[in-house]
């Protein structure tokens, strides 16, 4: 059975998946948090996997999208480090480990997801987990994790919802999506913030209401 999905209520938890059991609408849904190796995870009633990521370009130094002199290496903002999951698929090595530790968790946990929303790092790992579980996600702000174009098994179940004006979304830039991207235009840029996923909420709100981005996803 393939489970659809409200896409503006999934903004609005994505947004709230920062503060985690300290915002209200998600303190009574969490069954099960991870906060491991600087991953975090929910996963709520329903079996809805949340994920949050960054709001900065910063915070992806563990992940491999460096641009610093880090521990006495040197890091390209385009690392070509690459690394096989276990589908088969090759993925960008710091979005893989970033999704492994989710996927440790929740095989510990002896949890299986029907669906799955992230941002920004955690819309990398969404994508990767709908490959993994062959379940609908929804990521928003996405990151490219594919090192290879073209469609791969489960890749019609995924949504990246990017913001034309968040340059986030085009990297890695030899790298790609997975799945489907829907390009959405604000009806106004915020420079510097466009990443933040209150703007994501936004975007959503004002493409729903034009008419350009449905209501619901199930891939």
Known sequence: MTHSYDIKLAAQMAEASYAGRANPSLATAIRHELNQDDVQAQFLKGDILLIPGSNSVADYLKFNLRVLNIGGKRYRLNDPDTETGASGTVWHQGFLRHAQVIFAWLEREKLRPKYIIGHSLGAAATQILVRTYGVPGIGFASPRPRRNRGAIKHSKLCL????????????PPSFFHMGHVHKARARRSVFGQDHSMKHYRKVVEEQQAAGILGKRWQG
Do not use: F, H, P
């Open 160 to 171: 990246c919802i990017n913001r034309d004006d968040d340059k986030v979304c085009d990297l």
